[in-house]
């Protein structure tokens, strides 16, 4: 039973990890242009730069992966983990 409530946790650990993530770049890019707070912004991408390609004439798959790690995601997964923590 110990470990079904643990599964459960890290989905919601997850979750809230994801959403964290995707909050804080929304707001890092709405004080983009707020010069107090263009600091959130403030970050680095990286991944996969040309694509990784499949043509089987029927079908084309195309992945590609591409991170980008700002201020303000960073403060949102902090965010994210102390909410966790508190639930």
């Known amino acids: 039973m110990t470990g079904r409530r643990s599964e459960k ?3 919601s650990l997850f979750l809230l990890i994801l959403t964290g993530i995707v909050l804080g770049s ?3 890019s709405l004080t983009k242009d707020i010069s107090w707070l263009n600091w959130l912004n ?3 991408g ?4 040309n694509p990784l390609e499949m043509n089987l004439e029927i079908i ?3 992945f590609k ?4 790690i700002s201020i303000a995601s960073i403060l949102g997964v902090g965010l ?3 909410v966790y923590r508190k639930i």
Request: a positive charge; hydrophobic letters at 60%; charged letters at 5%.
């Open 80 to 82: 994210a983990i102390f």
């Open 26 to 28: 929304f707001i890092g």
């Open 42 to 44: 403030f970050g680095k």
């Open 9 to 11: 946790n890290g989905w």
């Open 46 to 49: 990286f991944g996969l730069v």
């Open 60 to 62: 084309q798959i195309t």
């Open 65 to 68: 992966l591409w991170i980008n």
